[in-house]
């Protein structure tokens, strides 16, 4: 990710307090990552869909604290904004337009879990090496000037991650465009709807209208 | 010590007016609705003009039974008020009233992005509202209320960036200070797209789709009863407050005035706000209620394209001045 890039002071790892002091900051870092962990073991295990989508939010927010705890406002508020704002109401809309229904959902469950816990796993030890071997020696002064401010982010985002940056937005222009054409296909040809959408085995409507209605739930949509 | 009392004295203060500021609108909008339509509105509660109707109401919403359905998701259905209210206490304590730094609860460093990420998550509260009351119609409501705010919420991030790009910072206060009078004829479209995509965001009228009594009773709050229902109205009316706050501190300039910028800048922006709430409550008397698929035209075919308009003329004019 970009916003993982080195901070612009990072002192050598000679004069840092070591771990067996940790500070207050240090501290409630540990608690809410244990919060955030929590809530993510939650999410996936979960039997109550709407409920999954809920603890998500706490996840969320907690990674939000996290960067806020390591003065990277800007990122924090960003996070809130796009994944709790954004993200989580859409998942929340899917949600309750295909199926949401109050208590447990027998078949809320997949028999790929352990292979998903394998992945997960992989996942996670590869992230944690790579960060690990990355900033092994570098240690961020939180009581010093913020080194994740806005100003900060913006001027790294723009100076030395220009690149990068625009590939990114060119790409997701590229699949907003995409997500367009291919929701809107459906409108010329009316006799082969199935062979163009995406996810759901709905024949193809007669009316052109393509607002589907909310109130036919059960038995529709799926996979979201 | 002294920033113990400091700190605990501007958190008093943010909430004091928390409490206070959502009431006088609501008072406010019982009067001016009744006399925009040839009544008196509530004129016993409290003697002089009926002015402690919304104490009064107050007292009745506590005195109700908080009544959970049988089928709904009791702990989900619980918390939703808060969740609706509390984002709004928060944003209110960064929004600066005067000149300085005395004048703001505190100060944050991304104000624009801080003030819009929380107030997103209000529309949490009214969709787990919505989801967990096991009623179709707060379901419909909690749809309509999600369709609304991913809609809207790109026209107002958009006419917030045109303002961050022309003062050169995305800190409340700093837009602030570097605001000048020419400001107002250059983001007139921004403040137009904001404060109607925040209206709708608000679910107020005429964007109240999914609160339509007309058709789904009251959307999420349908089953909800007593200081619960109280919290969610608070929550409606303190948006209100938040919005028209942000839309003076943004695009009228706060506290900047004709005279008296210096000793009575925090009354300059108590009066811009109080006449964006007056506008607002006008607006929900005088527009009927938009249709769904008019309310996503609104959005996508007339506020995003002036949004991203407003972001061109704002780069032009920058770069023309620079």
Known sequence: MLYTAPPLVASAAGDHPGFLSPSGVEIAFLLVGLVTLGAAVITVTTRQLVHAALWLVVALGGLAVEYLLLTAEFIAWVQVLIYVGSIVVLLLFGLMLTRAPIGRSPDADSDNRWVALGVALASAAALVWVVVDAFRTTWIDLDGPAQGSTRVTGAFLFRN???????????????????????????????????????????????????????????????? | MNDVFDVALRLAIVFAVFLVAPLL?????????????????????????????????????????????????????????????????????????????????????????????????????????????????????????????????????????????????????????????????????????????????????????????SEIIFGAYTEYTGLRFALFLLAEYAGIVILCALTTVLFLGGWHGPFGADGLGWLWTLLKTALLAFVVIWLRVSYPRLREDQLQKLAWTTLVPLALAQIALTGIVKVAIN
């Not at chain 2, 995305?170 to 921004?190: H, R």
Request: no cysteine; glycine share 12%; net charge negative.
């Open chain 2, 25 to 213: 609108v609501g008072q406010t909008e019982h009067k001016v609705m009744a006399h925009m339509q040839g009544r008196l509105g509530p004129m016993y509660a409290g003697g002089f003009h009926g002015w402690a109707q919304l104490v009064a109401d107050g007292v009745k919403f506590a005195q109700k039974e908080d009544v959970v359905p049988a089928a709904a998701d009791r702990r989900v259905f619980q918390l939703a008020p808060a969740v609706a209210l509390l984002p709004y206490l928060l944003v209110l304590a960064v929004i600066p009233v005067g000149p300085g730094d005395g004048a703001v609860g505190q100060v944050v460093d991304a104000g624009i992005f801080f003030v819009l990420a929380v107030m997103g998550i209000g529309v949490l509260g009214s969709l787990m509202a919505g989801w967990a009351s096991a009623n179709k119609f707060s379901l419909l409501g909690g749809l309509r209320t999600a369709a609304q705010l991913l809609s809207y919420e790109l026209p107002m991030l958009l006419a917030a960036a045109s303002v961050a790009m022309a003062a050169g910072t995305v800190s409340l206060t700093g837009i602030l200070d570097a605001f000048a009078w020419w400001w107002l004829p250059w983001q007139i479209v921004g403040a137009l797209v904001f404060f109607v995509a925040g209206l709708a965001e608000l679910q107020r009228p005429p964007f109240d789709m999914p609160v339509a009594d």
């Open chain 1, 161 to 224: 991650w220009v690149l990068p940056f625009e590939a990114l937005s060119v790409l997701l222009l590229a699949a907003l465009v995409g997500a367009i054409v291919l929701s809107r296909k459906r409108d010329t040809d009316t006799d082969t709807g199935t062979a163009t959408d995406a996810g759901t085995d709905t024949p193809p409507r007669p009316a052109p209208t393509g607002t589907p209605g909310t109130t036919d739930r059960p038995g529709k949509g799926e996979k979201r």
